[in-house]
């Protein structure tokens, strides 16, 4: 059974950094291209940011270019999310996602084998 788990939001004031985590099992980790989108209230969901299965390309949505960075450690089966110079505007909840990435031109969701979390909280206060 595939579990992704993120953690890490919070609440922090305009300015601040957070870091967000995700946690994926029961899939082989390095296999999969990975993601973090977000979904503010009244919002459609938006992506934010992926990483290549190798972790050697990225992509950012303009919104977060140069604020955000995306990374992944394959040996731990994890990916991050480091969140600097925060806005209010960045306030959703924010999902990490196994299947996922930038085709160049718009987003893409493997059809089969895609797995989301259920989501971490980031607030920021202004």
């Known amino acids: 059974q595939v579990q992704v788990v993120e953690s890490g939001g919070g609440l922090v004031q305009t300015g601040g950094s957070l870091r967000l985590s995700c946690t994926a099992s029961?899939?082989?980790?390095?296999?999969?291209?990975m993601g973090w989108f977000r979904q503010a209230p009244g919002k459609e969901r938006e992506g934010v940011s992926c990483i290549s299965w190798s972790g050697d390309r990225t992509y950012y949505a303009d919104s977060v270019k140069g604020r955000f960075t995306i990374s992944r450690d394959n040996a731990k089966n994890t990916l991050y999310l480091q969140m600097n110079s925060l806005k209010p505007e960045d306030t959703a909840m924010y999902y990490c996602?196994?299947?996922?990435?930038?085709?160049?031109?718009?987003?893409?969701?493997?059809?089969?084998?895609?797995?989301w979390g259920q989501g971490t909280q980031v607030t920021v206060s202004s």
């Open positions: 996602a196994a299947g996922v990435g930038w085709d160049g031109g718009s987003w893409y969701v493997a059809p089969k084998n895609n797995y």
């Open positions: 029961g899939l082989t980790f390095d296999d999969y291209a």
